[in-house]
Protein backbone atom coordinates (compact mmCIF):
# COMPACT_ATOMS: atom_id res chain seq x y z
CA UNK A 1 0.00 0.00 0.00
CA UNK A 2 1.20 3.37 -0.93
CA UNK A 3 0.45 6.99 1.30
CA UNK A 4 0.48 10.12 0.65
CA UNK A 5 -0.67 13.21 2.59
CA UNK A 6 -3.88 15.74 1.64
CA UNK A 7 -2.50 19.72 2.01
CA UNK A 8 -4.24 22.12 3.55
CA UNK A 9 -5.17 23.53 -0.31
CA UNK A 10 -6.60 19.39 -1.04
CA UNK A 11 -3.73 18.81 -2.84
CA UNK A 12 -2.32 15.39 -2.88
CA UNK A 13 1.08 14.29 -4.77
CA UNK A 14 0.74 11.07 -6.32
CA UNK A 15 3.95 8.96 -5.31
CA UNK A 16 6.41 7.65 -8.30
CA UNK A 17 5.78 4.56 -8.08
CA UNK A 18 1.81 4.92 -8.71
CA UNK A 19 2.58 7.57 -11.23
CA UNK A 20 4.85 5.11 -12.87
CA UNK A 21 2.09 2.00 -12.93
CA UNK A 22 -0.74 4.33 -13.99
CA UNK A 23 1.23 5.56 -16.74
CA UNK A 24 0.78 9.36 -15.91
CA UNK A 25 2.53 12.01 -16.98
CA UNK A 26 2.38 16.00 -16.13
CA UNK A 27 -0.58 17.47 -17.40
CA UNK A 28 -2.45 13.90 -17.60
CA UNK A 29 -5.78 13.71 -15.87
CA UNK A 30 -7.17 11.31 -13.58
CA UNK A 31 -10.51 10.73 -12.17
CA UNK A 32 -12.22 10.09 -8.82
CA UNK A 33 -14.81 7.07 -9.88
CA UNK A 34 -17.00 6.20 -6.90
CA UNK A 35 -18.15 2.57 -6.21
CA UNK A 36 -19.62 0.31 -3.62
CA UNK A 37 -16.32 -0.02 -2.13
CA UNK A 38 -15.41 3.85 -2.22
CA UNK A 39 -13.66 5.38 -4.80
CA UNK A 40 -10.90 4.41 -7.42
CA UNK A 41 -8.38 7.06 -9.13
CA UNK A 42 -7.99 6.15 -12.94
CA UNK A 43 -6.16 7.87 -15.33
CA UNK A 44 -8.60 10.05 -17.72
CA UNK A 45 -8.28 8.95 -21.27
CA UNK A 46 -9.45 11.17 -23.60
CA UNK A 47 -11.48 9.66 -26.52
CA UNK A 48 -10.65 10.93 -29.80
CA UNK A 49 -12.80 13.43 -31.52
CA UNK A 50 -13.13 11.52 -34.59
CA UNK A 51 -14.09 8.05 -32.82
CA UNK A 52 -17.98 9.03 -33.67
CA UNK A 53 -16.94 9.02 -37.25
CA UNK A 54 -15.45 5.86 -37.77
CA UNK A 55 -17.38 3.85 -40.07
CA UNK A 56 -19.64 6.27 -41.57
CA UNK A 57 -18.05 5.72 -44.68
CA UNK A 58 -18.28 2.78 -44.86
CA UNK A 59 -20.68 1.86 -47.53
CA UNK A 60 -18.62 3.87 -49.96
CA UNK A 61 -15.72 1.77 -49.44
CA UNK A 62 -14.49 0.79 -53.03
CA UNK A 63 -16.50 3.34 -55.14
CA UNK A 64 -13.95 5.89 -57.32
CA UNK A 65 -13.54 8.66 -55.55
CA UNK A 66 -13.92 11.19 -58.58
CA UNK A 67 -16.81 9.82 -59.13
CA UNK A 68 -18.23 10.17 -55.39
CA UNK A 69 -17.31 13.88 -55.95
CA UNK A 70 -18.90 14.17 -59.31
CA UNK A 71 -22.21 13.08 -57.57
CA UNK A 72 -21.99 15.31 -55.04
CA UNK A 73 -21.52 18.10 -57.66
CA UNK A 74 -24.71 17.17 -59.29
CA UNK A 75 -22.98 16.26 -62.18
CA UNK A 76 -24.17 12.94 -64.07
CA UNK A 77 -20.57 12.53 -65.85
CA UNK A 78 -16.73 13.65 -65.36
CA UNK A 79 -15.94 16.66 -66.87
CA UNK A 80 -12.87 16.29 -68.99
Known amino acids: MVCT ?3 SKGQVTIPKSVRERL ?6 EIEFVEDE ?3 RVQK ?3 TS ?3 KYRGYLRDL ?3 NPDE ?4 MR ?3 SPIT
Open 23 to 28: GLRAGD
Open 37 to 39: AGF
Open 61 to 63: AGR
Open 74 to 76: GHS
Open 5 to 7: KLT
Open 44 to 46: RVA
Open 49 to 51: PFA
Open 68 to 71: LVEE
